[in-house]
Nanobody, 123 residues
Framework: QVQLVESGGGLVQAGGSLRLSCAAS????????MGWFRQAPGKEREFVAA????????YYADSVKGRFTISRDNAKNPVYLQMNSLKPEDTAVYYC????????????????WGQGTQVTVSS
């Protein structure tokens, strides 16, 4: 099992920034990909960004490319999601997830999920 704990959500005005963190513990040696997803009220969960476990490869949804950055210093450190130029449409619960495969864009390929952290962007 892998346990994931997110932090860093909150309320911010449009144009502002937030940084989310995801700390992983447990059998992390089985993890190949870490991802962030989000789910707004009444909408399906959608892919935001992903990073390979060693940090060498990153992937982004078109809607956040150029504004969000996923990163980690090394395999023992949290995964971060730096969110800049936030828009009201970025409002959602953000989830960290871990996958035992190299797939990154589909939620069904992720095996472990955090509890989520709320991000609210006011206009």
């Amino acid at each position: 099992q892998v346990q994931l704990v997110e932090s860093g959500g909150g309320l911010v005005q449009a144009g502002g920034s937030l940084r989310l963190s995801c700390a992983a513990s447990g059998r992390t040696f089985t993890t190949l990909m870490m991802g962030w997803f989000r789910q707004a009220p009444g909408k399906e969960r959608e892919f935001v960004a992903a990073i390979s476990w060693n940090g060498g490869d990153t992937y982004y949804a078109d809607s956040v490319k150029g504004r969000f950055t996923i990163s980690r210093d090394n395999a023992k450190n949290p995964v971060y999601l730096q969110m800049n130029s936030l828009k009201p449409e970025d409002t959602a619960v953000y989830y960290c997830a871990a996958s035992r495969t190299y797939s990154y864009g589909l939620s069904r390929t992720y095996d472990y999920w955090g509890q989520g952290t709320q991000v609210t962007v006011s206009s």
